[in-house]
């Protein structure tokens, strides 16, 4: 839900830069516009509401096991939200909608209020969605057991429909909409405003440069933001904390706070934010505090601290560098290659794009997806070597500590006994959450095949070395990658670019 949010501002990003060009409605049909605004919510809802009905009632009539149907369920609405999203890019791009709500043209900071009008139709029919398909979400996690700790319902556990609804806002709505509403408020200043901030810096690319700024004090500071969107507390002092806090000091990992996400129950996760100590927080939701065992937390805790310590985070970015050094190339290549055919200059504009669009599906769908698996197997590494004990309580056999309880063979291994209470931590996620220990995750894998892949590692030295030297082969990787990218780009630039501006300013 998150990434479908990401493109919907997305494209409001790019309609705030370049205004659609290729209209389906004409200027004056209003009726088709405000049939395709009003009538996604109205299609969404219906829909949902259908495919809830129907999944329910094949759960009934065949009598399949709850836990399946529930997948199915999610499924299903995963697939009508991303109906949704289309229907609004659709609207946006090939309707004048947007060209109503163009309040900048009066002042540049009054678009900010056309923008969130803008997008109103998509968070209605996502509001529609969850309204419809709430109860039968509800009635499929209580017969499957989702949120059950040892066969009972959480204390506690909300399931009232305001509840529901407040917290799919606030955790897959508003965590996106509100950084990305800050950055679109000054990137229709800087658009507004750019002949201004010319004049005044004698800088010509002034308004990318602001926004570029912008974004990257939104990005930092965004685990501020989300601290009070997603309702948290800091957690309170005990033996947890104080367990917690002494994994920090041996890891040497600083954060601002160790916070409990409060969910109502729904929400049975862990999470690190921040790239910096000062806005970093570790989140724990009161769920997992309550199902789990404090080994299990202190092995989840120590899965989102491998994550800070081995810069994860921003080897991502660097994906994210690299990727759209790529994408770029691709598409200035393609340009060069449409400027020697007779193709129109609209049509080679719209097939520059589409081929950008296209790449950019496809570095992101393959790539970042099997660079995330990795970096989380490595991180589940880090949350087994928190919860590895000392010699005498260990398992044998075991790769890091010898029958008789001497030091470990090397500090890469993974104990047996913390590899256990590791996969013990996500089977318990896998349960409580209603999801199918062998369903695919793009970024995370199956937890069946994280949980194999632990333990093979911990009965195994070799294949944890060997995997180790995996993950430092694509760091490396990315950092020559994005070395050797910037340099082309530069190169591209002086040679290319630069002087082709100055004849063009010259004639």
């Known amino acids: 839900m ?48 259908f495919v809830s009905t129907w999944v329910y009632r094949q759960h009934k009539n065949i009598i399949s096991a709850p836990e399946k149907c529930h997948a199915r369920h999610q499924r299903y609405m995963a697939g009508i939200r991303f109906l949704g999203t289309v229907l609004f890019i659709v609207s ?27 997008v109103l139709p998509f968070f209605i029919s996502m509001i529609a969605l969850w309204t419809v398909s709430y109860p039968v979400e509800r009635a499929l996690m209580r017969e499957s057991g989702v949120g059950n700790i040892d066969g009972q319902p959480q204390e506690g556990m909300a399931w009232h429909l305001s509840a529901y609804l407040d917290f799919q806002l ?50 930092i500071l965004s685990p501020i933001f989300l601290r009070y969107i997603w309702r948290t507390k800091a957690l309170e002092r005990g033996p947890l904390r104080d367990r917690l806090e002494a994994i920090s000091r041996c890891a040497e990992f600083r ?32 769920a997992l505090l309550t199902a789990m065992d404090n080994d299990q937390v202190e092995a989840v805790f120590g899965h989102e601290v491998g994550h800070v310590k081995l810069r994860h985070m921003q080897f991502f970015l660097l994906f994210a560098f690299v990727g759209w050094l790529l994408v770029a190339g691709v598409m200035e290549g393609g340009a060069q290659l449409m400027a020697t055919t007779t193709v129109t200059k609209s049509n080679a504009l719209l097939a520059v794009e589409s081929v950008g669009v296209i790449s950019t599906i496809v570095i992101w769908g393959l790539g970042f997806g099997w660079i995330s698996r990795r970096f989380e197997r490595q991180a589940d590494i880090s949350g087994a070597h928190s919860a590895t004990p000392d010699g005498s309580r260990c398992q044998v056999p075991c790769s890091v500590h010898v029958p008789s309880g001497q030091a470990a063979v090397s500090n890469l291994c993974v104990c047996m006994t913390g590899a256990k209470v590791f996969a013990s931590a996500l089977e318990r996620v896998a349960k409580l959450n209603g999801i199918p220990i062998e369903e695919w995750s793009w970024r995370h894998a199956s937890i069946g095949k994280r949980i194999r892949f632990l333990l093979a590692l911990a009965g195994d030295p070799s294949l944890t070395l060997g995997f180790h030297q995996t993950i430092h082969r694509i760091k490396l990787t990315l950092i020559i990658l994005a070395l050797a990218g910037s340099g082309i780009t530069a190169y591209y630039w002086v040679v290319m670019v630069e002087p082709a501006l100055l004849r063009l300013q010259g004639s």
């Open 2 to 49: 998150h990434i479908l949010t990401i493109a919907v501002f997305a494209c409001m990003f790019w309609y705030a830069d370049d205004p659609a060009r290729w209209k389906v409605v004409t200027d004056g049909d209003v009726l088709w516009t405000i049939s395709l605004v009003v009538g996604q919510s109205i299609l969404v809802g219906l829909l949902g509401w």
């Open 92 to 118: 946006i791009v090939f309707t004048n909608w947007p060209v109503w709500l163009a309040f900048g043209k009066t002042r540049p900071e009054l678009q900010i209020f056309g923008d969130l009008i803008a």
């Open 170 to 219: 606030r955790h897959y709505m508003f965590a996106v909409a509100i950084p990305m509403l800050l950055i679109l408020f000054v990137a229709n200043l800087a658009i507004g405003y750019e002949n201004e901030l010319t004049q005044i810096t004698g800088w010509s690319r002034m308004d990318e440069t602001l926004l570029g700024v912008s974004a990257g004090l939104v990005f």
């Open 255 to 286: 954060c601002r706070d160790i916070l409990v996400w409060k969910s109502d129950g729904m929400m049975i996760n862990a999470a690190v934010m921040g790239l910096f100590p000062r806005v970093r927080y570790v989140l724990l939701s009161d």
